[in-house]
């Protein structure tokens, strides 16, 4: 299926990209946060921190309907948008 990924302030610096459209096999947002730290080494550590999401990292999904996730099993639907935050740039 294919996710929307946007990054926000450091994390767009760091990978060099605002929006990246993934392909992916991920059914839960723990999974895709995982890919993406293996695809964009500057994210290792810093999106899931073994027991869930990072402490400083907001991560939201939703098309039009941005909400916030249940944790790291949120189930991911083909064309959900995800927005990932260090939580000092407005989580």
């Known amino acids: 299926m294919q996710i929307e990924c946007r990054f926000y302030g450091p994390f767009r610096e760091d990978i060099g990209e605002r ?4 392909e992916t096999d991920a059914r839960t947002v723990g999974e895709l946060l995982d890919e993406l730290s293996a695809a964009y080494p500057a994210l290792d ?10 402490g400083s990292t907001v991560v939201t999904k939703g098309k039009r309907d941005v909400r916030h996730l249940d944790g790291i099993a949120t189930g991911l639907d083909e064309g959900d948008v995800i927005r990932l935050t260090p939580s000092v740039y407005g989580g």
């Open 45 to 54: 550590g810093r999106l899931v921190d073994g027991e869930g999401i990072a």
């Open 19 to 22: 929006r990246v459209l993934r």
